[in-house]
Structure formats: C-alpha cells, structure tokens
C-alpha cells in the first residue's frame, strides 16, 4: 500500500506499479484499498503497510493510522513487525553517493485477538496500539515518540 500522491507522478507511478504496489487514501476509510489489502493477503501475498501513513519528520513515531489492525482483523494475516531507523538521513538524492546507515529491525510475527461482536473505535484504535508498540520496541527508546511509554497487556 502506498499513499495516493505517489501515483500522480507518472514516473513514480510507474515504479509504485512495477512493485506491485496500490494507491490507499490517507486520512480516511478507502474502501477499496481496504479490500484490495484483504485480497492480496487471501492470496497469500505479503502486505507492506506504514501505519503512520508516512515517515516521520521529527524522527519518532506518531500516532497512527488504525488501518492495519483493520486489514489485520479482516484478514487474520499475521503481522510481522518492522523497526526501521535512519532514513531521516535519506533527503534529496545525495544520499545515494553517501550511503546513510539504515537499520532494519525484524519482529516475531504474531496475529491480533479476535473480536466477539462489533468492532468498536476505542478497541480498534487498542489494536493499532498493540501493534505500534511491538514496532516499537524494535527500535532505540529515542525514535519512539508516541509509543515511547505505552504498554498494552491483551492476550
């Protein structure tokens, strides 16, 4: 899933497409892009998902958004967690010749409780907690903003 600005450019489009990627809406219900999401998984493809809808400028986590849960409780996919720093060093195109140094940290992969009855806002936006706080901790105490002394107990 890739934010819908990245497709107006017709080069970037085209890479975006190459990679097999999809245009998702921010900042509301794309029902589309959620059902696409729900496919690809049904089909036993891998989803990329960037929770906060972008990176982050100041360098930490923000709040996000709580499509993946979503996508995660429609599906019953598996998420595995991904802690990624240093591509706040990643401007322009000079960063190509100096080669930053970006850390990519795996998580164990774990599944989202099942909901009896309806999905509420307050238990979703819980959800996308859990799952921001395993991303969390997967990357050093300075990045975690938002999530930077959250706990979630769940199982």
Do not use: C
């Not at 164990?108 to 996308?128: C, D, H, Q, R, V």
């Amino acid at each position: 899933m890739a934010k819908e600005e990245l497709f107006r450019s017709r080069i970037v489009g085209y890479i975006m497409g190459g990679l097999s990627a999809f245009p998702v809406s921010k900042g509301r219900l794309d029902r589309r892009a959620l059902h696409r999401a729900v496919q690809v998984l049904a089909d036993g493809q891998a989803l990329v998902i960037f929770p906060e809808g972008m990176r982050s400028q100041g360098r930490r986590l923000k709040p996000a958004f709580p499509g993946a849960a979503l996508i995660a409780l429609r599906s019953g996919a598996p998420i595995i967690p991904i802690g990624i720093t240093g591509t706040e060093k990643m401007k322009g195109l000079s960063w190509l010749w100096r080669r930053p140094e970006i850390t990519v940290n795996i998580g164990k992969a774990f599944t989202l409780p099942p909901i009896n009855g309806k999905l509420t806002k307050a238990e979703l936006a819980k959800l996308t907690d859990v799952i921001m706080v395993r991303i969390a901790e997967l990357i050093p105490p300075k990045y975690r903003g938002h999530y930077a002394n959250k706990e979630i107990k769940w199982h």
